[in-house]
């Protein structure tokens, strides 16, 4: 088979030395890790191989050796080179030689026991150490995870990206240490650091204890009895700003917590909570000054009132439209009459409940305006919750439209079959066959045709009403949608994607490099990010609203039979 | 290195290149025809003669800049998102099969299939409307059947070569994917 042999571009330029990596015998192919130079003691190598086995738990071991003459090509140390071999006893054991002004090497591989005696062709792969060493390998997205973890490994390339992952204690001494082995690998010039990061570290764990502290009071305020009085969570469950408060608190307490990260998941979804959470109140506090300056507030608690009469003067002479001949059909006078009059009389109450708050609107509203700096999103929920507060009178009249209308139907339904001669079974679920009563039949039909002749009327309201209603919950369905993407876009990831792009890796990808006839085959291996829709796909957060899984035919059936439409549901929330 | 002309299923004339780096690496691109002075041409005039004439009607200067500014972004978007411009496929004995494609503005798609996970290489027919047309496709191996085929990843897709351009790529591809059955089975795989 083939011999691949991965080496880290870093090295290209090191002194003579060895060669210590892993060798992966079922791929037949060497991951070279770093370079020990000259001199060392053979003993001293290898307990230091040891000791980084224990900890990395990955089989580090002395895989052949390295020669970059700058001189003429010297027999004695090529024959030393060999006998090195011996005491390292690695099977296959490899040399690579540079020679000064060619950058074609030469590479050759001694096997003791040999089974064949056809030379083996190689290959040789360049990788940038520090760019394998810090990316993530994402496998498709439609693999089905297998329990078998020996497939797994089968992935060349996942073992290779774990080798020099997890090699990291290799790479912490860098030459300028004192110490028996002098190692050359990414860092060997120095190990890189940033005072930002480490001061970043050491202020987060005061940060996070004071958060995890003011997190534990909010909950214990909320938990206390006196907010569990009945109507006050009935309340709050239906205000999406108290669903969103409570779920920005998770989040709150998901960064807070003080364990450390698992695995790369764990910190990506994290890092997204916080840049998320960070952009949310920066765009909010940035509202709430645009608000807030020119007396902007004033101006909208001033035209809120005008609106709302606005609103209300409409829907009068909407009625008003109704109670007469609508769209040239003729209604039953006294059924619209009544029913036209039932909810002026409501739009009157409201009419006088908005002027009795007039007053006090300004000042609420600049009270509520001020929340706006917990987040954008919490404003655009406040201002959901104030448009469902504001056209509450079309959701009742929706309501004892849709009732009216549904009572009707089933009305008309049962009085149909008893015009047929049927009956709905209850036990039984199905429809029977009945015989009736002589009165029991004229009864029916005298009260089955009053409902048919009354159903235009009653219909045509019903109809006005629910599209008001569905008018009011696309506005809100709008709002939302924006809430959940707020919520959910992974921002950390994709500006990790945008900048380091080498971290967030789908694979990688192969160049040819300069070829000569008799030198091994040269490949520069790089990485290959991850696109976008990926990124967005496997870092997005989750959101606490599910959309209704309603189909177009069961909304429709929902809306014929005035059934009552209930357009959110949030998970946890019991099903009507 | 050698480049011979072939034809495309639509008769363009495309251009065929094999590259053997060593014995066991094969480069092989297929080059469509560039984009073509005179097509883009025809496009622009269309569209700035039915924005004219829109002007026309209109008497409002916004058509113009709007059409200018749709044949710009339009363009960009082809060059980038459509046009693509040379489909290259890399086998590399042991270490996989990478599949590139090159876009008019430069850029360039790439996906690697490590050798464990392919199959085979083989030319299948297809029944496009009225043609039976040839292309080339890697089947991958389905991890939990030995026997069964979980992906096939069809080649060549823009360019579309004829069989007689196809069947040096397959054979090619053969060369090296023979070597992985005669070379002895290390324990430790399957």
Known sequence: MVLKVFFPSCCSSAESGILIGRWISEQNSAVILAVVHFPFIPAQVKQYLSEVQQVTKIKVSVLGSWSNSKQEKEESLSEFLEDLGTIFSHEPWIQISKERDSKFWSCSTLQKQSNSSKEEEIILVYYDQRKVMLSHLHPPLDTTPSTDHKANDASKLAAMFDTVANSKILFMTDRYDDGPIKLTHWQSDGVEASIIVELMKQASVPACMLLTFLLSLTSAICKRRMLKVWPLPFLWSKLSTCEQLGHRLQHLQVISSNKKAQNQIQLMRKANIFVSLLIDVALGILLMSWLYRKNRIGHLADTLIPVADHVAKELQDLLQWLMGAPAGLKMNRALDQVLGRFFLYHIHLWISYIHLMSPFIEMILWYVGLSACLGLTVALCILSDIIALLTFHIYCFYVYGARLYCLKIYGLSSLWRLFRGKKWNVLRQRVDSCSYDLDQLFIGTLLFTILLFLLPTTALYYLVFTLLRLLVVVVQGLIHLLVDLIDSLPLYSIILRLCRSYRLSAGVKFRVLEQKHGKPLRLLMQINPLSYGSVVQTYRLPTYSCYPKDSWTSLCKKLFFGELIYPWKHKGEKQD | ?190
């Open chain 2, 1 to 190: 290195m050698e480049e011979r002309r072939y034809r495309a299923v639509s008769g363009a004339p495309i251009a065929l290149r094999r590259r053997q780096h060593s014995a066991s690496c094969w480069e092989l691109a297929v080059r469509g025809p560039r984009l073509q002075l005179r097509s883009l041409s025809a496009v622009t005039s269309a569209v700035w003669l039915a924005a004219y004439g829109l002007f026309v009607l209109s008497e409002s200067s916004m058509v113009l800049s709007a059409a200018i500014f749709i044949t710009l972004i339009g363009l960009i978007v082809y060059l980038h998102f459509v046009k693509i411009d040379q489909e290259s496929l890399l086998v590399i004995g042991s270490l996989g099969i990478q599949v590139t494609s090159s876009y008019a503005s430069g850029k360039e798609s790439t996906t690697f299939i490590e050798m464990s996970q392919v199959k085979d290489v083989v030319i299948n027919e297809a029944i496009h409307m009225q043609k039976v047309i040839y292309y080339l496709c890697i089947l991958l191996q389905d991890p939990q059947d030995p026997q069964g085929v979980s992906e096939v990843v069809p080649l060549f897709q823009s360019s579309q070569p004829r069989l007689d351009c196809l069947m040096e790529v397959y054979k090619s591809c053969q060369e090296i994917l023979e070597q992985r059955k005669t070379a002895p089975q290390s324990s430790g795989i399957k």
